[in-house]
């Protein structure tokens, strides 16, 4: 442009600093006028390092997952949708995976987010030890053919690896930074939040800023997030009701209090299943367990119905199954498997030669005290002799150690299930135990790309796990939601993750 | 007197150093769940070998633990095994917010005891049975019980305090006060109890005393026995049990650190030992040490220039 007298030039000026005004002062784009709301969370643990190989699913996710991008996005109904990936394609024999980038994302550092970033981000997963290092297992390499695509070559079929890309192993870490010491409390992610490090305080208060420049901030209503860590229930229950917190699941008994109180109270069924895991199907400490009619003894001795009524306040649903009650894989005539009958249980003990019972070690923790005499009782009544082992909060059941251990685990997608519960490698699977039917299965699922071709082979595999008893699930638990003001949970229960785009922050 | 304090405070090292050393090998002996922990559910026997190694924790423990001494002596505390923070900057940080709640409701605790032992001792009667009756209150009704109930009536009924949470001096003096007002409340209520019935104890000891006695045939008003005489003798006790009340004040700001979800010294130095955060565990006890050391050597010394008997020289 060119300006001729001084008057001229100065009323430019004035209307270019006028229109950067509004961009600098209030951060706010005038092409997307997104909310301005703001939303404040109470969870009850403090995050782990923001490094992406440290990236831990629950409820640290709220915070990473607003600073990373992931490359796909599992919404609120868990169908997996594109996110800083725009499309993504398998190869016929499921062995080859390419993911189209969007273009134009950027870095909060302002650097632009290429294939290079997302290979250099996997590629540090993959030989990193971590908890996402796993989900890579069948990862052969990946490429990165121009700034756009991205494409994993894959050993085998691998089933859990889309779910697994919209979660921590799908974060896009920024190369510039990615090893530096500060990316574990302050990481440059593309993502649709910053952390404000002048407000956050570690291990209690993360505050998160929107970016002005994020391509999808119209799906984030409010212009800053603060997560707040209250671990004690009693006290997050009271920064509910005093204003402190805008959302934050809450115990039975409080969930009625808060409705009184006027919050908003929603109750998502399923997502956890308590679990009696029979994980010593081999036999190799305890040989009773190898024997389908001893497992399936088991499962008849428990009295589901009243454990749900008497011991979580009614707050879920007996089930016989290991899989999300949302998921494809769940069959609910299978509930009707076990039915609680001790009589024919003892009948199944003595065919199976343990008429005079046997005793079974079980590790007693934090998460086994609610049921302990519940099941004490209920192996009791069919001849097995409960003996509980101390176990210290920080010391895992899960080792290969005790040949059965109960567990509450949150309801995840079934090819994650599969993957880690019933895979012979599977990281819950401690006994290392496999079949070759289910193996058969479990290939069949992951070769298979038609999604109601693998829901059908995903009730296979659960048919066939409660039909061997593997297990002895007991329940379902519930969680409520609680919200005040214009905030609503958009949770269903189906996507356990937690993103903060299950809150809706109103306008 | 210079000597005496460096003696105190090389036993105090030497405490710090055993101390230290006793928690790592009790330490030691889960770095294997501590790894597993570090890598999370995916945690393999596979992967825990490798890891183990990387953070050097399979090397001998006396090594280890010699490594540790050898950084911290040059300030180096290490960093948090599960979030990467600077265990200085994170124990330092926790602690000020502990120290803010502490101190403060120490001094309360500490006037307003004076103030009610003395009455009682001084002038019995009602003022006496008034002050024991709060002094027994104060025991019988536990701490947390009070917090339940101040947060119900003011922070939720009213809206008056906060309910959760902490706001730096720095950031708001006014919020500050206000996060840390009912968790002073609730420390100042016990510390009271304690310390009142302590004053008492000790002053209706020093008004029996010949000396005393001695005073009043000599005409001495009664307030300058009371305060000038009797109460420089009953300091010390009160002292002692002052300074086990600042422990204790600590040991009970776990609980009210977790009731008010303040992030504090106590919650952290929980969580880091349920989670088996060695770096953070080690720089929590050293902390600790280091506080009971310094704190008992300023109550001898204060002791001894309020008594000439306990004096050293």
Redesign the interface.
Known sequence: MHVRSRKARWTVTAVVVAALLPLTSCGAPASTPPGSATLTLGVQA????F?PVQL?EGQQMYIWSAIYDTLLYSDNDAVLRPNAAESWQYSDDARKLTLKLRSGMKFSSGAPVTAAAVKTTIDRTKTT???????LGSLQSVEAPDDGTVVLNLSRPDPNLLGSLAQGNGVIGDPATLTS?NT??DPVGSGPYTLDRQAT?????YVLQRRVDYWNAAAYPAKTVTV?????R???F??L?????DAGSVDANQAQAAQKAGLTLKRVDGTAVGEFVLADRGGKLAPALADVRVRRAINMAFDRKKIVDKIIGGLGQPTTQMFNPKSPAYIPELNDKYPYDPAAARRLMAEAGYANGFSLTIPANVMSQMVQPTITQALADIGITANWKPVP????TQ?GEYPVYFNIAGTVPAPRTVN?KLAPAG??NPFKFQTPELNALIDKAAATTDADQAGEIYRQINTYVVDNAWFAPLFTSSSNWVTRGKVTFLGTGANPLSTIRTFDAGK | MVAYIARRLATGLVLAVLVTLITFLLLSTSFDRVVAAVLGPAATPALIGPTKERMGLDRPVLVQYLDWLGHTVRGDFGTSYFTSEDVVHAVTGRLGVTLSIILIALVISVVVSVALGVLSAARGGVADRVAQGLSLVGHLVPGLLIAIGLVFALAINLQLLPATGYTPLAEDPGRWAATIAIPVIVLVVSGIANMTAQIRGSMIDELRKDYVRTLRSRGIPTRSIVYRHALRNAAGPALTVLSLEFLQMFGAALIIENVFALPGFGSYAFNASIQGDVPIIMGVTVFSVLMVVSLNLVADLVNGWLNPKARIH
């Open positions: 403090p995050p782990n390092s490094d831990l030890p971590g908890p996402l290092q796993s989900n010491p574990a409390l305080v570690n291990g209690s208060k707040r860590v209250i671990p004690d009693t006290a997050l009271n920064a009701l005093s204003g402190e917190v909060p920080q010391d895992g080792t880690s990281s819950t």
